[in-house]
């Protein structure tokens, strides 16, 4: 559904993304992983054309990626930006409605999807009513997904979406997002610098350092047989907790 050829980005003093190339097939759950800095955020900037490439070809559906095509690509997917993003002014159902109303669609239709979602999500109805400063962490990041999937987009950006949030709500989250991605079968593309949380969201691996892909494959795939001491490392980096004392 979406390729980077041999795509350059670079910002001032900086090389984001060097000779990239890269595809995500319809349908499955991938997961950019890496350090800060290594270009994973800039992937997904590139395929909602936030940022447009210094070099190489972005492709949705096969067709390059351009100013004319944008708006109607945009529309087809959904995008969770670090820590959601939502409009303080806004109400939950406000943030909800935002693309619908362009769209054209009726208060009794938005109603309705907000409920649907709200239940796909475990939040309640009752919280659509509120502005985001009154909202829990879990609670903005959940309609913050909401948001993403309100016109039911064929794919799902992710940036960071559970990056802000403490441990336990992060964990609940994790698995409605599993079941979430499973259920609806998109495509989804999440950016995560936790190696668990990628391996249990998403099939595929994409680890990123500098710009550039170091390994591609499943967890296995990585542990099984890394291809260089960076992979290992980074692997190794994912601590697990001492065993306790007798």
């Given at each position: 559904m979406f390729e980077l050829d041999r795509v350059q980005k670079s910002y001032p003093g900086v090389v984001a993304l060097e000779d990239l190339s890269l595809r995500f097939a319809r349908g499955r759950v991938c997961a950019l992983i890496g350090s800060s800095g290594s270009g994973k955020s800039t992937v997904l900037r590139l395929l909602t054309g936030l940022v447009r490439p210094d070099r190489g070809k972005v492709r949705v559906d096969g067709k390059p990626l351009t100013s004319a095509s944008l708006q109607s690509a945009r529309l087809r997917l959904g995008y969770v930006i670090q820590e959601g993003g939502l409009f303080p002014h806004l109400t939950a159902q406000g943030n909800l409605a935002l693309q619908p109303r362009y769209l054209g669609w009726t208060q009794t239709?938005?109603?309705?999807?907000?409920?649907?979602?709200?239940?796909?999500?475990?939040?309640?109805?009752?919280?659509?009513?509120?502005?985001?400063?009154?909202?829990?962490?879990?609670?903005?990041?959940?309609?913050?997904?909401?948001?993403?999937?309100?016109?039911?987009?064929?794919?799902?950006?992710?940036?960071?979406?559970?990056?802000?949030?403490?441990?336990?709500?992060?964990?609940?989250?994790?698995?409605?997002?599993?079941?979430?991605?499973?259920?609806?079968?998109?495509?989804?593309?999440?950016?995560?610098?936790?190696?668990?949380?990628?391996?249990?969201?998403?099939?595929?691996?994409?680890?990123?350092?500098?710009?550039?892909?170091?390994?591609?494959?499943?967890?296995?795939?990585?542990q099984r047989d890394p291809a260089s001491a960076y992979v290992r490392r980074f692997l190794d980096s994912a601590r697990r907790l001492p065993e306790a004392s007798a």
């Open positions: 239709r938005i109603a309705g999807r907000c409920a649907e979602l709200a239940e796909l999500v475990r939040l309640p109805v009752s919280v659509m009513q509120r502005y985001p400063a009154e909202l829990s962490g879990g609670q903005r990041q959940r309609v913050a997904l909401m948001r993403a999937l309100m016109t039911d987009p064929p794919a799902l950006l992710l940036d960071e979406p559970l990056g802000a949030l403490d441990p336990i709500v992060r964990h609940e989250l994790q698995s409605q997002l599993r079941t979430i991605f499973e259920t609806l079968d998109k495509t989804v593309i999440l950016v995560t610098h936790d190696v668990a949380e990628a391996a249990w969201l998403a099939s595929r691996l994409v680890l990123m350092h500098d710009g550039r892909i170091v390994q591609d494959g499943t967890l296995a795939d990585l």
